[in-house]
């Protein structure tokens, strides 16, 4: 499996609407968090998730989070 590349070592904070969005699990994409399709060359795929209402989501900058896609302090052990 392809190692996904790090954008930063930090979340992405993002005042959402309620909406479907794809997160960029393979950290390739010029517009993290959000996937533009640049995983095209390798075996990692984005997350698609369904927000149900407007709310801050904090996107996971590092992509190792263990609750992807949202962040859950990983990059501070990188």
């Not at 960029?24 to 075996?43: I, L, M």
Request: charged share 25%; proline share 9%.
């Amino acid at each position: 499996m392809s190692e996904p590349l790090i954008p930063q070592k930090a979340p992405y904070p993002v005042q959402e609407a309620a909406r479907k969005v794809a997160w960029c699990q393979c950290g390739r994409s010029a517009g993290q968090p959000y996937c533009d399709g640049s995983h095209r060359d390798t075996d990692i795929r984005p997350i698609v998730v369904e927000l149900t209402e407007d709310r801050m989501v904090k996107w996971c900058g590092c992509k190792h989070s263990s609750n992807k896609p949202f962040c859950d302090g990983s990059h501070r052990t990188l």
